[in-house]
């Protein structure tokens, strides 16, 4: 049984580090004009490589504290996992990047971050869910909230914050369209906002 759930704990650790390698090869990528999604597919098309894509950070619950559930262990043995470490502090770190970079963007269009409207597409800790419980995006958007940004999301369904409430108009008029596409209004929505994360 200690086998099985060391090789879990490891499993999620390789992860963890995967995603600080890629953050890190996505820096790179970007500041040599090129776009990291691309490389990184022509890298896994190598069949021993399996490059993560970078992202908003890393969600859920297990990733995360792998690392912290093994730390104390390796300190008892007196061993010393840098790497796992730094990997875990760099993926803790990508929420905070995201929000820095969004506000150099938004200077360079002239604006300023507080007080934007920026939407955020893409709450889910991972692709092809709804599941947004421990999800970096909802820390990049309390750190925009921080700031004084003016964050929304209109297709979360868990009650944040910055959960999008339609008025009884916008309702209405979602209902009563004739060949209403719910990605038509959404889009009328985003072109009033000074920013949109995804």
């Not at 060391?6 to 580090?17: L, P």
């Not at 840098?82 to 990508?94: C, D, G, T």
């Not at 692709?127 to 419980?133: H, P, T, V």
């Amino acid at each position: 049984m200690k086998e099985v759930e060391t090789s879990k704990v490891f499993e999620n650790i390789q992860r963890d580090v995967n995603i600080a390698m890629s953050q890190e090869f996505a820096r790179f990528t970007e500041a040599l004009g090129m776009v990291i999604f691309e490389v990184i597919k022509l890298a896994n098309t190598h069949k021993r490589v399996n490059l993560l894509m970078p992202g908003a950070g890393v969600g859920g619950y297990f990733i995360p504290n792998a690392y912290h559930y093994l730390a104390p262990k390796t300190k008892e043995l007196g061993l010393s996992m840098e790497l796992l470490k730094l990997a875990r502090e760099k993926n803790a770190l990508i929420p905070e990047f995201i929000v820095n970079k969004t506000e150099e963007l938004l200077k360079q269009s002239g604006k300023e971050l507080k007080g934007s409207k920026i939407a955020v597409m893409g709450l889910a800790m991972k692709n092809f869910s709804n599941d947004d419980w421990i999800s970096p995006a909802v820390d990049i958007c309390s750190i925009l909230i921080e700031r004084r940004a003016i964050v929304s999301d209109p297709l979360v369904t868990t009650l944040h914050e910055f959960k999008v409430v339609f008025s009884p108009i916008e309702e209405d008029f979602k209902k009563r369209k004739s060949g209403y596409n719910s990605s038509t209004f959404v889009y009328c929505w985003l072109s009033r906002k000074d920013c949109i994360l995804r």
